[in-house]
């Protein structure tokens, strides 16, 4: 009997250990490498022909995405199946950008039955067919949808304004003008359907602040999470300082 490589990108010990005796109970023989962050799962996944990986989404280092986008770069027959307890908005949406063509991939939530979770796995790595779960199915609907999926330059002034940065500051950032920046907002909020609930009375004025709104809405969508705002964050103290060095 052929013996497999398969890589488990998990940080969770738990979760490493749930996943190894999923693997240990299929009738295929696997030989398991544990990669406690998306760095090391690159380097271990990059050491295999077809690499067969299963990975968490959110892991130090690197995440699952850049993990996927950085090994299907240089092996797009490789197989990954995403498990995560996250159905966020922002990583369909990335994940959309950075599937190769005809590459066969998963995504499981964690939440699902240990049977259900076994049979996907399985399905991906060793049946050749793609597996996405039903509840994820209905986010890559609507990031696909024009009336509701999020371009680049939304998604950035998403960003931009969860990190609390002013229009001015913005503008600066990305070489814009303030009608630039004030017309890429209301781009956003207009997909967020901000638009559609703000209203105004003579008792309390305008109802909404639109920038509050809309990162209420898009933490709802999982358009952002803290996990990445994160990493945001590292980008925007970098800049800051680069920003203010220039500044006389």
């Not at 990986?53 to 690197?62: A, E, L, N, T």
């Not at 017309?183 to 008792?203: A, T, V």
């Not at 809309?214 to 999470?225: E, M, P």
Request: glycine share 6%.
């Amino acid at each position: 009997m052929a013996t497999y490589n398969l890589v488990i990108a998990e940080d969770n010990p738990k979760d490493f250990e749930f996943l190894k005796q999923i693997v240990e109970s299929w009738d295929e023989n696997c030989h398991i490498e544990h990669a406690p962050d998306g760095q090391v799962a690159l380097e271990l996944a990059l050491s295999h022909a077809v690499p067969l990986v299963i990975s968490d989404i959110q892991m130090p280092r690197m995440n699952g995405v850049d993990f996927a986008k950085a090994l299907w770069g240089q092996k797009p027959q490789a197989r990954i199946v995403f498990w995560s307890q996250f159905k966020d908005e922002m990583y369909i949406r990335a994940l959309a950008k950075i599937v190769p063509p005809e590459t066969v991939y998963g995504y499981i939530l964690k939440a699902s039955p240990r049977e259900k979770i076994s049979s996907a796995m399985a399905t991906v790595l060793f049946e050749d067919q793609c597996w996405i779960d039903p509840e994820v199915r209905k986010v890559q609907g609507r990031t696909g949808h024009s009336q509701t999926a999020l371009s680049d330059i939304e998604f950035e002034a998403l960003v931009d304004i969860s990190l609390g940065l002013t229009d001015n500051l913005i503008a600066q950032r990305r070489y814009l003008s303030r009608r630039g920046v004030q017309s890429r907002l209301n781009s956003l909020y207009g997909k967020l359907s901000l638009d559609q609930e703000q209203f105004q009375s003579d008792k309390v004025g305008v109802a909404f602040n639109l920038r509050n709104r809309a990162i209420s809405v898009a933490l709802r969508r999982g358009l952002i999470n803290s996990f990445e705002l994160e990493h945001e964050e590292v980008e925007l103290q970098s800049w800051l300082k680069r920003y203010k060095g220039g500044v006389r």
